[in-house]
């Protein structure tokens, strides 16, 4: 599976970003789907997953209520909808897939990864 984010920019406190995952090569239906981010100076963390059929999904405390992920199968690509975005959200996105139905918030049990795309919220 190769993956590709982007979406990313600069934006206001307050304002909405769309980050998009497009994936290629093997069944991206199967694979259960993670947005993870990294700021500077801190560990990376898991904001969003999704599982492979929508049934489940997992959201960070900090974005709850705010962000939305969602996957498209027919266009291979899964999206972290951002809202209400905080100067606490700027850092580096990853997108991320795990060759299980269901996800984890552990990065090391993703086995594919995107490129990150950077996310800056000026306050």
């Known amino acids: 599976v190769q993956l590709q984010a982007f979406g990313g920019g600069l934006v206001q406190a307050g304002g909405s970003l769309t980050l998009s995952c497009a994936a290629s090569?093997?069944?991206?239906?199967?694979?259960?789907m993670g947005w993870f981010r990294r700021a500077p100076g801190k560990e990376r963390e898991l904001v969003a997953a999704i599982n492979w059929n929508r049934e489940r999904t997992y959201y960070a405390d900090s974005v709850k209520g705010r962000f939305t992920i969602s996957r498209d199968y027919a266009k291979n690509t899964v999206y972290l909808q951002m809202n209400s975005l905080k100067s606490e959200d700027t850092a580096v996105y990853y997108c991320?897939?795990?060759?299980?139905?269901?996800?984890?918030?552990?990065?090391?049990?993703?086995?594919?990864w995107g490129q990150g795309t950077q996310v800056t919220v000026s306050s």
């Open positions: 090569g093997r069944t991206f239906s199967s694979y259960s």
């Open positions: 991320a897939a795990r060759g299980s139905p269901y996800p984890l918030r552990d990065y090391r049990s993703y086995d594919y």
